[in-house]
């Protein structure tokens, strides 16, 4: 490949590497002359024309898309479905009267999801796609494009573009609140500053991740990611990370419904993750790890500073509450990078997997 890795021994630890940078090129990318965040005036003509936002995606980019319905919801007040692409296309829900397509994929080229795109053109829908790669196919062919500048992602774990994804949208739905006149009362711009410092701050700390992988999921045969709210989509994606590149089966659950059924499977031992970063359901999710821990369960409380308590595992930087995927699904990357090193993984290239899937 012509992007180097440099000193790096893979390309994953690269590209968790560059998220700071990552978002810091975002804050600039779609800063106007006068140093406000904006985009381009026809994509917020169409996100203001929308009656309701369908993001479709796959994978880690669906996980992101996750976080952009609460976004859009949250600081606009713009109702958003999420849709898995190879669902969408072969069981299309019923339509708003004025829907407004949102394509979320780093290569631009998933299959899955131009088939979505292609129907939907078809039905003569507006479509914005947000990917990282300008001149891909999703973009050339929908109607408006939202660009990423994460740089390449060679590793088939994303990481960088994920971060990219969420930092995206948020500056999308804030952008629309702001025209809206919603009333939006943080400055993202800043907000987004203190989030690429806050990764930082756990980049630093490398070593920390990699004693809780070893101390977690050295023998592991299976481990949980539990959340709640923003938490549970993060939790989402955290599994994936555990499962693609050190191949131990994990699942992302919502705190609260494990005891309907999951809870099953909590052994002595199990590891179960557990993101604490949102106020409103803090209490909520200690109850549920304690409800695993009292079964054998062996926790991991990953808590965001000013919800933190005595006995957490890891303590990550506070930022905005919208904002915490950013800074939360960092420490899982990691975790599962150094799992995936410890179970001797081909950690950029797992098996069975290619970067963008083109075959429907
Ligand atoms: C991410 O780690 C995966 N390799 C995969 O889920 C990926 O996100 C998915 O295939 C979608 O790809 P895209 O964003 O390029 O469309």
Do not use: W
Not at 53 to 77: D, P, R, V, W
Not at 186 to 209: C, H, M, R, W
Not at 223 to 246: H, M, Q, T, Y
Not at 261 to 266: N, R, S
């Amino acid at each position: 490949s012509d992007i180097e890795k440099g000193t790096y021994p893979h390309y994953m630890l690269k590209e968790m590497d560059e998220q700071p940078t990552v978002i810091r090129k975002i804050i600039q990318a779609y800063e106007s002359e006068t140093g406000d965040l904006t985009i381009d005036a026809d994509i917020l003509q169409a996100l203001q024309d929308a009656d309701r936002l369908y993001i479709i995606a796959a994978g880690t980019s669906y996980h992101a898309g996750l976080i952009g319905k609460q976004y859009f919801e949250k600081m606009a007040g713009i109702p958003v479905e999420v849709h898995i692409s190879s669902e969408f296309g072969y069981n299309m829900p019923l339509l708003s009267e004025k829907p407004l397509f949102i394509f979320i994929t780093q290569s631009g080229e998933t299959a899955d999801s131009r088939q979505v795109l292609v129907k939907i053109k078809e039905l003569g829908y507006p479509t914005l796609t947000v990917t990282n790669v300008p001149g891909s196919t999703l973009s050339r062919e929908a109607d408006h494009t939202l660009l990423l500048h994460a740089g390449p992602e060679i590793a088939v774990a994303s990481t960088k573009a994920y971060v990219a994804q969420v930092a995206v949208l948020a500056v999308a739905a804030y952008v629309t609140a702001k025209a809206n006149g919603q009333g939006v009362e943080f400055d993202l711009k800043q907000e987004l500053a203190i989030a690429a410092n806050g990764i930082q701050t756990i980049i630093d700390s490398k070593d920390v991740l990699e004693d809780i992988a070893e101390d977690y999921l050295k023998i592991a045969r299976n481990a949980f990611f539990i959340g709640r709210n923003i938490d549970f989509c993060v939790s989402l994606e955290g599994a994936l990370k555990l499962k693609e590149i050190s191949y131990i089966q994990a699942e992302g659950f919502a705190g609260g419904e494990l005891k309907h059924g999951t809870i099953a499977l909590i052994e002595e031992g199990t590891p179960v993750f557990a993101l604490v970063t949102q106020e409103a359901v803090s209490l909520n999710i200690r109850g549920n790890v304690k409800e695993v821990a009292a079964r054998g369960a062996y926790p991991c409380i990953i808590a965001m500073a000013g919800v933190d308590e005595d006995g957490d595992r890891l303590v990550i930087p506070q930022v905005n509450e919208l904002l915490t995927p950013l800074v939360s699904v960092v420490p899982l990357q990691l975790i599962s990078y150094y799992a995936a090193l410890h179970r001797r993984c081909d950690v950029d290239k797992p098996r069975n997997l290619a970067k963008s899937v083109t075959v429907e």
